[in-house]
């Protein structure tokens, strides 16, 4: 058996990871590069292998970086099956129709702005993600039904709630080979135990001699999650003091909901005031519309408030999910106090640059930035203090307040990914992917110290291991 990565290599964008066996190609997501524009194009229309080659996929979830790539590799001649959760199926098609939409797009403005320049052709279309809708095979969480999928003769796996987001799942893989049966444990990426709405990560039953682990944060100590909620609680009563409108720029998928959830919560204990909640993102609003029907996939702190009944977390009085653009506007013109939820998540597009445009100068308003915010994007450069930002074509003084809350983060930190792979039985390789060098450098060093009978490798991109 052989492992190729080709993404996500000291790197935590473009997840694909190939494992070879008599004969059989089985890719491990197969994700979108994202970064800047120019390395994004390069990567992203140009698989670094040959989608005939690929005979399965195994999707972990449906985050653009580990699924975004999907209709390339269908375009160009994958038409085997695809392994996801019946969550990761349902999310992924969203995610790829609107990636494919912003493509679209993106190629509509840049094809009319440069006159006289080559053309540019979006790199998948819709038809392209129908394709790959049409290859998904679903599979419960061996939790849920208790057994193994085979994918070929020699090749079974089982799927553990990665506890991530909806629908996310580790893999355990057995192999056999002419010299015996291997397994393989690949993480995809990891929750943590304290996250609102999901359940806690499973652990992988079966022995593995080797693990294919995210490192996001593997030189981070997160802090305890019930902070959040004492944090959205002053944020929003200092809100209603003021009147200030609570601008969150959004993460269609997870933290909106998330939001959701904390905000209903509070109202329903009587902490905050009943402000009106604005949800301006079509896509968040598909994605949590799923939500209701997966309530077997929540935790119990979930099911104490609410039971099974997801229509009720996520629907209640003072909360709007705006739906057209001239809806959308009008909130311009409309006095706080209130809470608007606007995608996209770095400001890079999307109707959150309107409300910014209308609210980021007036003292008494808040901007509250909920996730990471890449190198150079509008985001970012509100998180750090920039003043003026340039909005559109014009620049406009910073006076709102900017906040953050870090605590949604969605992976889990160096002491969950330690307790991870030591949880595995038998292990002797590790692989670190998913995860910026330092980050992975840092965890390595002390992954040595607590686990020395493991190797941990840090692969380079495209650089194969015999196993
Ligand atoms: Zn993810």
Redesign the pocket.
Known sequence: MKITFWGATKNVTGSKHLIETQGFGLLLDCGFYQGKRTDANQQNRNLPFEAKNINAVILS?A?L??CGSLPTLVKNGFTGKIYCTPATAEIAELILLDSANIQKHDCEYYNSHLAGKEPIAPIYAQEDVRRVIECFKTVDYSSSDGGWTKINKNIRFKFYDAG??LG?AAVSLEIGENNGVKNLAFSG?LGRDELPILRAPENIQEAAQTLIMECTYGNRTHQPMPQIFGKVKDIVKTAARKKSKIIVPAFSLGRTQELIYILHLLIKQKAIPKLPIYIDTPLGDKITKIFPRRTHLFDDDFKREFGDDGNAAFNFNNLKYVQSAAESKSLNGKSGPFVVVAGSGMCEGGRILHHLKNGIGNADNIVLITGFQAENTLGRKILEGQNPVKIFDREYDVRAKIMVLNELS?HADREDLLNYAAGIKGLKNLFLVHTEAPQAEAFAQIARQSLPNITVNIPEFSQSFEL
Do not use: C, G, N, T
């Open positions: 979830h985050h970086d580990h991530h987001i996310s990426d969605a």
